[in-house]
């Protein structure tokens, strides 16, 4: 079942967006992320994909009362990033009420812990972060490159039990000009048993609508709905329509 995630980024307790993670482009949407995901919540969106844009800058979780307060005062089943970098984090994380942690950079550079977090909690909890820059991993909220091969990459850790990954094209972030569409057909020949979940770029729900018809598994939504490109309406008669409920 395809699912539709908005995403929220935080940056000083704040809603914001950056465009291709740059923070010199920072723009604030809402002071309040509760308020974001209660909206996201009363449209019939039942997940979320929470990032603490802080946390990725400091190698450490900044926002955890954003990610408690969500988690209380809504039934969304929240995937956070951001920082996850040490076993303290990560327990920290669960406990004020993520259902799923992303890990991009610690499985770059600390592969070791990333897997003993698979070998812990197992790949329904742990999401593998695969965000590229021409097809190479991109870590440190994207401020750093490197020369890992995102094909090569998400095979050692489906070998380690990944069962979902999240895969941005930096270069598609926060322009809304269209997702990486031949990114995500080559990583789901390479992958078939894979949930793959797109990120970056989406303009408009014919985006949805054709990354969808790729069997993906959902699609991460940030700056379209800030935008107004796309609107919570739609967003709605999307799951309706494929999912005959709100």
């Given at each position: 079942?395809f ?13 914001v ?22 909206q996201f ?27 408690e ?12 990033g ?31 812990t ?23 991993i ?37 322009l ?34 054709k ?8 699609v ?27």
């Amino acid at each position: 079942m395809f699912q539709i995630i908005p995403a929220i980024d935080i940056i000083e307790g704040k809603c914001v967006r950056l465009t291709k993670g740059d923070y010199g482009t920072k723009k604030i949407y809402n002071e309040r992320p509760d308020e974001v995901a209660k909206q996201f919540e009363d449209n019939g969106i039942t997940r979320l994909h929470l990032v603490d844009l802080d946390g990725a800058k400091a190698k450490k979780v900044v926002n955890y009362k954003v990610l408690e307060k969500i988690a209380t005062q809504t039934g969304l089943t929240i995937d956070f990033g951001g920082g996850v970098q040490s076993d303290e984090d990560l327990r920290k994380v669960f406990d004020y009420g993520a259902k799923q942690v992303t890990g991009g950079s610690i499985a770059v550079k600390i592969p070791e812990t990333f897997g003993s977090w698979l070998d812990e909690f197992g790949g329904d909890k742990i999401i593998l972060g695969a965000d590229a820059k021409n097809e190479k991993i991109a870590i440190s909220g994207w401020e750093e490159d490197t020369k890992v091969d995102i094909y090569q990459f998400v095979k050692n850790y489906v070998a380690q039990g990944v069962k979902y990954i999240i895969s941005t094209d930096v270069d598609k972030d926060g322009l809304l000009e269209g997702p990486s569409y031949q990114l995500y057909a080559k990583l789901k020949k390479q992958f078939p048993e894979i949930n793959i979940i797109a990120s970056g770029g989406v303009s408009e729900m014919s985006d949805i609508e054709k990354l969808a018809s790729q069997n993906l598994h959902g699609v991460i939504v940030g700056k379209a709905i800030y935008e107004n490109k796309i609107s919570l309406e739609q967003i709605k008669a999307f799951i309706l329509r494929n999912h005959g409920k709100v």
